[in-house]
């Protein structure tokens, strides 16, 4: 059992809610990185998450067992909408978490519908005093629960009279939130006139430009034309032409090119006139065309639109993931099985690959998300193909970057090879002025094999792993996966700008030619992990008083701790020890509430998955007894 995060429905709600009254656990922990960015000049691509109307399994800010819709093309967006029908949709932690990892703001929906959103409307446009309550309300919610700012959707008529207080509060609402949050972010959907009448534009005009002088972007309704794309662009302005964003309805309905697969014909049109681009219910994949294939489905999806978005750097060359995308059939530690059935807890989800992975599946090569093997968390990159060669490497871009290097870098990569001569090498290419240079990371090999890979105008430099490093180097870790550790020197690395990062495979047996690699873990630091230990302290367990038990016998327990070491905490796992010890809650932060039978075992204990990819041993982790 986990606890959820859920909408407020009524304007009482809204206006009446208290941070204190609030769980802590329902807050998002993870601030926006600022470890990517775009091309700037370019125009922009949100999401509008509104699928099955919401707070599916990722309401349970806990995650669950089970599985659930994920999205993991996190490289080709700016911004993340949760959308729902209720009055304010408030993102589940898990979205904001996993957006915020990866650089992509998250917005909440505030929405108003037809005669009850009219008469909602009528109440908060009183006069500034009623709307302007509501809007720190609004504030205060965003700031509480870590997004960054709010779709505005009114979707009924206003009275006359109170369109300019419509008006004033969209405006008051967005210089609030930018005042309390650099960077927030308040859009208008493309609904109400400035008359007050419910009329979808499909455009940006004269009827709907006060709501977008008012805020930061609009929301173009969907069924638009190439006449009323130029419009919108020529009332925006060219400084603010990059803040319309054209709708596109992934299930049709009216919108050019009629959706699903073929919603890229909307997206190139959209581009062609250099505006911004709103996917709405991009869940369309998993919803009509199943579960069982999503990931086949998922990236055939973005594939078609690749051409279209434009994707993000790394700008830091620190990296650490293990690829995992926050569910898998089991839950893999250290290689080993620590949970054996499938879960779903987004907040788990890793720094996905940059490069554009379906782009580089042909014949004889393929590089792919697998859920049957994994390192740390529910999966870990797949990378076969066919040598048809000897000597011949298979290579696969996995990052990009535009990161100054200035100082020593060590790289660290956990792999397993199938069959085990599968030899992977670990390429950094970085450049300085018109120089480009290649770092190829392996285990021995001669230095000329790799060179059949790079243009020969291409300063190559071959590393072997680092010998101080014992602990990592040659390491055969649980389940044949194996860890190797690499120190980049100051001579090779600073004053350069790291560019890319490629793995190639191949293998020693000449009649081998289908290479298989499992990629486990990357890690790119500026010192070597250190020996493990925990800093969690005063780690306590209290029993929640609840009128019905759950099925089973279970109790609700409250778990906390405190850790002075939590700024280089990713997440922790929390087992239940009783002989074997058992997977029974993850957290990202030093608190969880469980549901347990303590017949299952008394003894709690925590262990910590460090930010630097280090996972602390259970035998070195505090624990603690469960109250009688």
């Known amino acids: 059992m986990s606890q959820e995060i859920v909408p407020l429905k009524s304007l009482e709600a809204v206006l009446s809610w208290q941070s204190s009254s609030q769980t802590e656990l329902a807050r998002s922990s993870v601030e926006l990185s600022h470890s990517f960015s775009r091309c700037r000049d370019t125009p922009k691509t949100l999401v509008c998450h509104d699928m099955a109307g919401g707070y599916l399994n990722d309401r349970f800010v806990g995650g669950c067992d089970g599985s659930g819709y994920r999205f993991y093309h996190w490289q080709y967006l700016d911004m993340f909408i949760y959308f729902s029908h209720h009055l304010v949709t408030i993102p589940p932690p898990c979205w904001t978490n996993t957006a915020h990892r990866h650089g992509v703001q998250v917005l909440g929906t505030f ?162 006139a250099n505006l911004s681009a709103a996917i709405f219910a991009q869940g369309w994949v998993y919803e009509t065309q199943g579960a069982e294939n999503f990931t086949k489905n998922e990236d055939r999806f973005w594939q078609l639109l690749h051409d279209y978005c434009s994707s993000s750097t790394f700008t830091s060359p620190l990296l650490c993931t293990s690829f995992c995308q926050g569910e898998g059939q089991k839950y893999f530690c250290e290689g080993e099985v620590a949970k054996d059935r499938p879960w779903y807890n987004l907040s788990l989800q890793q720094v996905q690959p940059t490069f554009n992975i379906q782009g580089q599946r042909s014949e004889g090569k393929n590089l792919e998300l697998t859920t049957s093997d994994g390192y740390l968390g529910g999966g870990c ?162 029993c929640l008083k609840q009128e019905k038990r759950d099925p089973g016998g279970d109790n609700l327990y409250s778990l906390q701790w405190e850790d002075a070491g939590y700024r280089y905490v990713q997440y922790y796992n929390v087992y239940q020890m009783a002989g074997d010890s058992v997977l029974v809650g993850q957290t990202l932060t030093p608190s969880c509430v469980l549901s347990l039978n303590s017949s299952c075992g008394s003894e709690l204990c925590v262990q910590t998955v460090r930010r630097d990819g280090v996972v602390i041993p259970l035998t070195d982790c505090p624990s603690c007894h469960l109250p009688d």
């Open 111 to 272: 929405i108003t519908e037809w005669n009850d959103g009219k008469q909602v409307c009528s109440e908060f446009l009183q006069s500034s005093r009623d709307y302007r309550s509501l809007a720190n309300k609004m504030v205060e919610i965003m700031k509480y629960y870590g997004f960054d700012g709010w779709l505005i959707n009114i979707e009924n008529v206003i009275e006359e009279d109170k369109v300019s207080h419509l008006r004033e509060f969209v405006a008051y609402l967005t210089q609030r939130c930018h005042s309390e949050m650099t960077g927030s972010k308040v859009i208008w959907y493309d609904s109400v006139t400035r008359s007050g009448e419910l009329k979808w534009q499909d455009q940006l005009n004269e009827e709907n430009k006060m709501f977008f002088d008012a805020c930061d972007g609009i929301f173009l309704n969907y069924n638009w034309d190439e006449t009323k794309l130029q419009n919108s662009y020529n009332i925006a302005g060219t400084k603010r032409v990059h803040d319309v964003f054209v709708g596109v309805d992934v299930f049709g309905r009216g919108c050019p090119g009629g959706g699903g697969y073929n919603s890229c014909e909307a997206m190139m049109k959209i581009r062609q």
């Open 381 to 542: 990159l797949l990378l076969r193909g066919e040598v048809k060669r000897e000597k011949e490497k298979l290579w696969f871009n996995l990052f990009q970057f535009d990161a100054p290097v200035s100082t020593v870098l060590y790289v660290i990569f956990t792999s397993k090879g199938v069959p085990d001569n599968i030899k992977p090498v670990l390429s950094l290419t970085l450049s300085k002025g018109g120089n480009s240079r290649v770092l190829c990371l392996g285990e021995e090999e001669a230095e000329e094999v790799v060179r059949k890979k790079l243009r020969t105008t291409v300063e190559e430099v071959w590393i072997s792993p680092h010998e101080q490093d014992s602990r990592f180097n040659s390491w055969q870790n649980r389940n044949k996966w194996k860890t190797r550790c690499f120190r980049l020197e100051e001579r090779l690395v600073c004053g350069w700008n790291l560019q890319g990062l490629s793995v190639g495979i191949s293998a020693d047996d000449k009649e081998q030619n289908i290479v298989c690699l499992y990629l486990g873990q990357i890690q790119i630091l500026t010192e070597p992990p250190s020996s493990p230990s925990s800093s969690v302290q005063n780690l306590t367990c209290s």
